[in-house]
């Protein structure tokens, strides 16, 4: 499989937001932003409990939701401003359909779209 037909995702990622640039034919062309994902607000619970459970079901959702955006990724570089990479490598490793996928990540602060996809552009290349 050549370079150019690996299906390659770049995700900017922090707790409660993600941007996810790929391909735009999945496998070819230039790569652009595919969607945008921010975690829903947990609101209050008086329970500490409770509100732990609802807080680890809504980052379950948000990675989710991020994978969604992504089918059957061959390459994928995950970059942001926390700790959150780590769990959501360990999410895809877990995952049957991604837990194939070459995964690298970085740290970096927040960048306009047009800067991710220049960053991804050049690390793929």
Do not use: C
């Amino acid at each position: 499989m050549s370079e150019k037909n690996k299906k390659q995702f770049g995700v900017w990622m922090d707790s409660n937001h993600a941007t996810i640039v790929g391909r735009e034919n999945v496998d070819n062309g230039d790569f652009v932003v595919l969607g945008h994902v921010k975690t829903e607000d947990p609101g209050h619970n008086s329970s500490e409990k409770t509100a732990n459970n609802q807080e680890i079901g809504l980052t379950q959702k948000f990675f989710k939701d991020i994978a969604s955006i992504m089918p059957n990724v061959d390459e994928i570089h995950l970059t942001g401003t926390g700790q959150v990479q780590e769990q959501f490598t360990k999410f895809l490793s877990e995952t049957a359909q991604y837990k194939n996928a070459v995964s690298t990540d970085s740290t970096s602060n927040k960048m306009s779209d047009e800067n991710l996809v220049t960053y991804i552009k050049n690390y793929f290349e």
